[in-house]
C-alpha cells in the first residue's frame, strides 16, 4: 500500500488486500488492544499485588476514598502496552506522524510512571516534583511541535487554525503553531490526569474523544470529506484513524477492571500518556479548538481547580466544596457511580456536538 504524503512517498507493505484497508485495520487494531488489556488485565494486577505497588490516598481528600487505600494503581501500563502493540501491528511505521504521537505516548507515560512511583515510594499523593514534570512535559511537547512545523513548512494547511462553525475563518498561525502545539499537548495531559480521580471516570470521556478522533482523522484525510466541509486536508492522517481506535480498544479494555469498584487505578503513567495522546492527534488533524468542545469535561474539570485556587487566594473562600468538579458532588451526597455516569453523559454529548460542528460550518 502507497500512502502519499504532501512531499514525499511514504510505502507499506501490505500485501493481502483486506489488510491495506483502512476500516478493516481500525476495526481489528481495536480489537487487538481490547483483547491484550482484557488478558493481561487479570495477570497484571496480580503482579502489582506482589509488589505491593498501591494508590496512595490524599488525607485531604473525601473521606468515602479512604476504603480505596490498598487497590493498586499503575494500571496505565496495560493501556500503553496494549496500544503501543496494535499501533505497531496496524499502522503504517513510515508515517511520521505516528512516530510523533508515539513519542508523547510514550514519553508521559514515563513521566507518569516516574510520578507515581514516587508517591508509592514514599508513601506520599504528592509524587515527581510539578516543576520537574512540567519541564519534561514541555521539553517533549515543543520537540513534537518543532517537528511537525517543518514538517508542514511546504504546506501552508498544516499550520493553520481551525474555527469551529466558520468555514472561512482559518488563520495562518506561523510560529503561534509552536505555541499552540504546545499548550494543547502538555494542557490535555494535565486535563485527563485531574479528571481521573474516580473510578472509571476519565477512561470512558478518553474512549468517546479518541472515536470522535477517529472520525475527524476519516475525514481529514479524505480530499472529498475536507473540501466539502471545508476542513485542512492533511494526508497522513488515515493512520490515526488507527491509532484512535486502538486507544478505543485498550481504554474499554482497562475499564473491565476499572469499573466501580476498582481492581485497579491508571495512575498519572495512563492519564498523562492518553491526555497527550489525543492532544498530539487534534493538532495534527489541525483541530484544537474542535478537542476543546469534545473534551469539554476535561476543561471544566480543569477549570474547577483554577477558580477554587483563584478564589480562594483573592477572597480566602472556597468556590466549590473541594476541586476538582468531581468532588465537589460527591461531597454534595452523590454517590460515586452517578457522578460518574452523569460525566460520561455530559462526555459523550459534548463530543457529539463537536463532530456536530463539522456539518454547521457548510451553513455559515
Not at 132 to 138: I, R
Request: proline residues 4%; contains cysteine; positive net charge.
Amino acid at each position: 500500500m502507497l500512502v502519499w504524503s504532501a512531499n514525499y512517498m511514504i510505502k507499506c507493505d501490505y500485501n493481502v488486500p483486506i489488510v491495506s484497508s483502512l476500516t478493516c485495520r481500525a476495526i481489528v487494531s481495536l480489537l487487538t488492544s481490547l483483547f491484550i488489556s482484557i488478558f493481561i488485565g487479570k495477570y497484571f494486577i496480580s503482579f502489582l499485588y506482589k509488589l505491593q505497588l498501591s494508590q496512595v490516598v490524599r488525607n485531604n481528600g473525601p473521606k468515602s476514598h479512604y476504603s480505596k487505600s490498598g487497590t493498586p494503581t499503575m494500571g496505565g501500563i496495560m493501556i500503553l502496552l496494549s496500544i503501543f502493540i496494535s499501533v505497531l501491528m496496524w499502522t503504517c511505521l513510515s508515517n511520521p506522524y505516528i512516530w510523533c504521537v508515539i513519542f508523547v505516548f510514550i514519553g508521559y507515560g514515563i513521566i507518569g510512571f516516574i510520578d507515581d512511583y514516587r508517591k508509592i515510594l514514599f508513601k506520599s499523593s504528592h509524587g515527581l516534583i510539578a516543576y520537574w514534570k512540567y519541564f519534561w512535559q514541555s521539553v517533549i511537547a515543543l520537540t513534537v511541535a518543532l517537528i511537525m512545523f517543518f514538517l508542514g513548512q511546504k504546506n501552508p494547511a498544516y499550520t493553520q487554525l481551525v474555527i469551529p462553525f466558520y468555514k472561512h475563518m482559518m488563520p495562518q498561525l506561523g510560529l503561534w503553531y509552536i505555541a499552540l502545539t504546545y499548550f494543547v499537548i502538555v494542557g490535555s495531559s494535565n486535563a485527563v490526569n485531574i479528571t481521573d480521580g474516580l473510578d472509571g471516570l476519565a477512561i470512558m470521556p478518553v474512549v468517546f474523544v479518541a472515536a470522535g478522533l477517529a472520525f475527524v482523522a476519516f475525514f481529514t484525510s479524505n480530499i472529498n470529506f475536507s473540501s466539502y466541509l471545508h476542513i485542512p486536508y492533511v494526508r497522513f492522517a488515515s493512520e490515526l484513524v488507527v491509532v484512535c481506535t486502538a486507544v478505543v480498544g485498550a481504554c474499554l479494555g482497562f475499564l473491565w477492571f476499572n469499573t466501580y469498584p476498582a481492581q485497579v487505578f491508571m495512575g498519572d503513567v495512563g492519564a498523562l500518556a492518553l491526555g497527550g495522546l489525543i492532544g498530539t492527534i487534534a493538532v495534527i488533524l489541525r483541530q484544537e479548538l474542535l478537542l476543546f468542545i469534545m473534551g469539554g469535561l476535561f476543561v471544566l474539570e480543569t477549570l474547577s481547580v483554577i477558580l477554587q485556587v483563584s478564589v480562594f487566594k483573592l477572597r480566602r473562600k472556597r468556590l466549590f466544596r473541594m476541586a476538582p468538579l468531581h468532588h465537589h458532588y460527591e461531597l454534595k451526597g452523590w454517590p460515586e457511580p452517578r457522578v460518574i455516569v452523569r460525566f460520561w453523559i455530559i462526555s459523550i454529548v459534548l463530543v457529539l456536538l463537536g463532530l456536530a460542528t463539522l456539518n454547521m460550518r457548510l451553513m455559515l
